[in-house]
């Protein structure tokens, strides 16, 4: 059974740096798309950044050059590098596992809660 377990969120204040952990455990395709998405309340979720198998990554616009995606592949752990951080960055932030065809299926953690505050 596959399993996310996010950890690193907390409080920062505005300008601040936090460093998000997804490690995955089970048995899952060796192709995959492992990333990032985030839900403020009020809002629906939406993408945050995501890293293929392959090596190719995508940011929202509104993260772009602030947050690094990266993993450590012997570890099976996904990180989240985040940067100068704004109040709007606040929401809790889930790891998302894509599995592509055949299988088109997604695996979530249950998020950790980023807030940035003064």
């Known amino acids: 059974q596959v399993q996310l377990v996010e950890s690193g969120g907390g409080l920062v204040q505005p300008g601040g740096s936090l460093r998000l952990a997804c490690a995955s455990s089970?048995?899952?395709?060796?192709?995959?798309?492992m990333g990032w998405y985030r839900q403020a309340p009020g809002k629906e979720r939406e993408l945050v950044a995501t890293?293929?198998?392959?090596?190719?990554?995508n940011y929202a616009d509104s993260v772009k050059g602030r947050f690094t995606i990266s993993n450590d592949i012997t570890k099976r752990t996904v990180y989240l590098q985040m940067n100068s951080l704004k109040p709007e960055d606040t929401a809790v932030y889930y790891c998302?596992?894509?599995?592509?065809?055949?299988?088109?299926?997604?695996?979530w953690g249950r998020g950790t809660q980023v807030t940035v505050s003064s």
């Open positions: 890293l293929a198998t392959i090596g190719s990554t």
């Open positions: 089970g048995n899952f395709a060796k192709i995959y798309t």
């Open positions: 998302n596992l894509h599995l592509g065809p055949p299988y088109n299926y997604d695996y």
